[in-house]
């Protein structure tokens, strides 16, 4: 059965022609409309050129529309079209909102259509059996019409008298309930515990729309230190979402069973030496996981793709957390004049899931060669591509190792916590076993020299 797809090609013209003449047309598009809700790919490039100029705080018109299309989508840098949309001189009306309205509502006619005809095939072809094709009912309807209870601007007071930070209670009552949890020594972080106290203190926890970078040059040990906190998150019945776009997902799991059972990763990996304790213990280990960690170890993953696949852990498989391994593999789309560029626009993409999926997102990113020098500790700028991805992030944590003079231990540097101060802790490092351990907090005093306080929390209830 063909059907033809709905489009409302006067309203889209009229929409985008609206948003080079009024500045308050373009916020209303850009609060109320995506790239996909236009169905011609021309006008798809026009919105994306005029997002990208509205993300810099610069003039939308049409020479400035223009020039941006000739740069990053020169397929559709047509002058006629571009200064014909211009000519449309609606203002910002309710008659204005309505053609607004008219583009949303076609695109969720096109998204339903095409959904529909995803599932038949998938129901007809038996590919999948009766639970995959109910998670993928739930995970793809739901993307579909989330899109209609996109966020309205509120008030300072509605959101404060309304399920604040979905805890069912209205502000004044969550501060109350935080201050009896408090007196009665229980837990007020808010976030997931990862198990390693001092920096769960620190750091508030791994929260909710928080986007986290972990840092270190190659070798350091990113990719374990993120496996030790998958397996304390899974521990307390949290499921995990890995991205891990180097590594192989065979590879993930021989380490992960290393981690957990705590036996030499060589001998897993060669099969020589392997009592049958450590058999038995690298079973239990693979055995506890079961479906709580989702692996897509798929490479060169868009960041669109990493996108609707990360919606899809969350929504039908419950994932809680999303780790990607690591922030340079993840492609943008488009084209950039350089790699920061790209960068960039991937680090604005990742901090977007976070927040749009309410859990947080852990990425790894690669340190560039200036941090080798001086054998000294990482520091913000270390980061390559640093400027935006350090303006993205709500939490950076780099790590170091330096095996001549401290072998078997970690230090890992809060370099940058919205929720507190910055900090530095150490950990115990097994690199046969890949097991990292916290072993407490130290700082440097006025002499350059390193010490750790009687009460390992002091330095958290001190004020700045």
């Not at 002058?79 to 008659?95: A, C, E, I, K, R």
């Not at 300072?156 to 949890?181: A, C, H, R």
């Not at 997931?192 to 926890?205: I, T």
């Not at 992960?256 to 060589?266: L, N």
Request: charged share 25%.
């Amino acid at each position: 059965m063909n059907i033809e797809l709905p489009i409302h090609k006067e309203a889209e013209e009229l929409v985008l022609g609206r948003m080079m003449n009024s500045i308050n047309c373009a916020n209303a598009i850009f609060e109320n409309l995506e790239e996909s809700d236009f169905f011609l790919p021309e006008h798809r490039s026009i919105y994306k050129a005029g997002y990208l100029l509205f993300s810099k705080d610069r003039k939308i018109d049409s020479i400035s529309i223009l020039a941006e299309l000739q740069k990053h989508f020169p397929e559709h840098a047509n002058y006629l079209l571009v200064s014909g949309l211009q000519s449309f001189t609606f203002g910002m009306t309710n008659d204005f909102m309505q053609f607004i309205e008219i583009v949303r509502d076609h695109a969720i006619y096109r998204k339903t259509i095409g959904f529909c005809r995803e599932m038949m095939e998938a129901s007809s072809s038996k590919k999948l059996n009766s639970d995959e094709l109910k998670n993928k009912f739930l995970s793809d309807s739901d993307i579909i019409f989330k899109s209609l209870n996109n966020s309205k601007l509120r008030t300072f007071t509605e959101i404060g008298d309304n399920n604040f930070k979905d805890s069912g209670k209205p502000f004044l009552e969550y501060v109350e309930w935080k201050m009896s949890q408090a007196w009665n020594n229980l837990n007020t972080i808010e976030g997931h515990l990862s198990g390693y106290n001092l920096l769960d203190q620190c750091l508030e926890g791994f929260n909710k729309k928080h986007y986290i970078i972990i840092g270190a040059r190659p070798g350091v040990g990113k990719t374990t230190f993120v496996l030790n906190l998958m397996r304390r998150f899974m521990e307390r019945n949290l499921k995990i979402g890995f991205f891990s776009l180097e590594m192989s997902a065979e590879d993930v799991i021989s380490k992960y069973a290393c981690i957990c059972s705590g036996v030499d990763h060589k001998k897993v990996s060669r099969g020589t030496g392997l009592t049958l304790d450590e058999f038995n213990a690298v079973c239990k280990a693979y055995k506890s996981v079961g479906d709580s960690i989702i692996i897509d170890d798929q490479p060169n993953l868009p960041v669109s793709q990493l996108t609707a696949r990360a919606k899809r852990m969350v929504l039908a498989n419950d994932v809680k957390v999303i780790f990607i391994d690591y922030l340079s593999e993840v492609k943008g789309e488009g084209r950039f004049v350089n790699k920061q560029e790209e960068m960039q626009h991937v680090s604005k993409s990742l901090r977007a899931i976070a927040k749009n999926l309410n859990v947080p997102v852990i990425c790894i990113a690669q340190l560039n060669r200036e941090s080798e020098k001086g054998n000294r500790d990482p520091i913000k700028s270390d980061l390559r591509e640093s400027g935006q991805i350090e303006a993205d992030a709500y939490s950076i944590l780099l790590l170091h190792r330096d095996e001549e003079k401290r072998p078997g231990i970690m230090s890992l540097n809060v370099v940058k916590n919205r929720l507190g101060r910055e900090a530095k802790f150490d950990f115990s490092f097994n690199g046969k076993t890949g097991e990292i351990e916290e072993i407490g907090y130290f700082k440097n005093n006025d002499h350059g020299a390193t010490n750790q306080p009687n009460d390992p929390y002091k330095f958290l209830k001190q004020q700045d």
